[in-house]
């Protein structure tokens, strides 16, 4: 078994003093507060998603519907403010960032190194997880491929291991945390070799030991600067999106059932694989890359534009990248990602293009009038960055969402075990007790 052996680091020493303090907090309300009403349910929401619904606990990061994303408090700005950056580097390590997300204190210069070499140390990827890749079909989907390496490597797991020797219930987070880590060392890898298996002719670069988690991403997928920062950035952006999300929900979900972060991620990442949840951003582009073709390959005048949003609305299609389940403002990570295309890649058609949807779908959508929110999400703007830098193949664009994704969720599932959330189990019930209750008015009695 890979990866085994228990370590003791500053990141690590630092969550377990803020596990230790987080958990009196935790268990006081459930045990003194636990019968305080928080939300109510009703019908729309039983059939509808659960919308809305406060039923979940996280403190990494809380997603307002008017302002969007707050990571441990702080905006998107903020974040990539706060945290320290190398020299040459125009954005903070995904290492600092991660250290950020765990613990809630923005880390020294010095702190994010120590992860950087922690997850140096954890890098090397089991060989047979090549061979698992490289036995599927070519043409599978990469998200596909992604989420069975993940799954692959459940062999590895700490927390299995740890558990089948009847490791103690405090210890949990322990061994999550140890999984945690063996797993986002080691995506960077996997992610570039199935871009290269898949599209660069089954050529594939080795690791550079001296970069970090951004740049040896950038390095592995063989393309050249700023792609670096790009990376750290897309990573940093699209990690977490508090705890209801699909893949965030998922990991969670499966977590709690004590099955280990390897079963978690790999569920998780199936969930982003989804076309209304991750895979909208690989959407936009096919999406954009149709409206071209339409036209003979120029770009479309706004009148254009509009009569094929109305298409695809008439053709009962979503607008890919457009609405949220929360959000009722422009996704933070759009502009953020605006911001840089404006300053990097001013001219690119593309980002034209996007920008003239920006101005064109949100009336288009307030007309149509279904949506509850016309405003673009994160996934409308991705996919420019990734194709300016030479990312054409769209359906590799959720992988690196993943890759983002999990500095998120496994942050989660730590502390969701450090602070001994329950096995989640909601409540379901039958369309005819539904409508008993809709012709009562309510559900009066606790008779069901
Ligand atoms: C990283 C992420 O996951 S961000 C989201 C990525 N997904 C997309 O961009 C796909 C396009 N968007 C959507 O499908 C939706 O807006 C979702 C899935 C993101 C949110 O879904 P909901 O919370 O159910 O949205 P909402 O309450 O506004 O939906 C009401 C109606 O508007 C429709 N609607 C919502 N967004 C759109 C859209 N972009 N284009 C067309 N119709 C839409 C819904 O399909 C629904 O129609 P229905 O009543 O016929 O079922
Ligand atoms: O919050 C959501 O439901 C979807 C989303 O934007 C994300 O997970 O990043």
Known sequence: ?????PRTTALKAKLFEKIEAFRPRTQKLNKEFGNVVIDSVNIGQAIGGARDVRCLVTDISYLDPQEGIRFRGKT????????PRKAGFEQPTVESFFYFLLTGDVPTAEQALEVEADWRSRAEVPAYVFDVLRAMPRDTHP???????????QRESVFAHRYAEGMKKTDY????????????????????????????GDTHIEPDAKLDFGGNFAHMMGIAKPYDDVSRMYFILHSDHESGNVSAHTTHLVASALSDPYYAFSAGLNGLAGPLHGLANQEVLGWIQNVMKKLGGKIPTEEE??????????????????????????????????EYCQKHLPDDPLFKLVNMIYKVAPGVLTEHGKTKNPWPN?????????????????DFYTVEFGVGRALGVLANIVWDRGLGYA???????????LEQWAAAGGRKGKEE
Do not use: C
């Not at 998107?76 to 945290?83: G, K, N, Q, S, V």
């Not at 299609?317 to 953020?336: E, F, M, N, S």
């Not at 994160?378 to 769209?394: F, H, L, M, P, T």
């Not at 096995?423 to 007790?433: D, F, G, L, Q």
């Open 1 to 5: 078994m890979a990866n085994a052996k």
């Open 76 to 83: 998107i700005p903020e974040t990539f403010a706060a945290l």
């Open 143 to 153: 998200m596909t491929m992604f989420s069975t390496a993940v799954l692959a490597m």
């Open 173 to 200: 987070w322990d061994a999550t945390y140890e999984d945690a880590m063996n797993l986002l060392a080691k995506l960077p890898h996997i992610a570039a070799y199935i871009y290269r298996m898949k599209y660069k």
């Open 305 to 338: 534009l509009k009569a094929f949003l109305w298409d695809t609305l008439k053709g009962g299609q979503v607008i890919p990248g457009y609405g949220h389940a929360v959000l009722r403002k422009t996704d933070p990570r759009y502009t953020a990602q605006m």
């Open 378 to 394: 994160v996934d409308a703007q991705s996919g420019v960055i990734q194709w300016y830098y030479g990312v054409r193949e769209w």
């Open 423 to 433: 096995i989640e189990r909601p409540k379901s019930v039958t369309t005819a007790m």
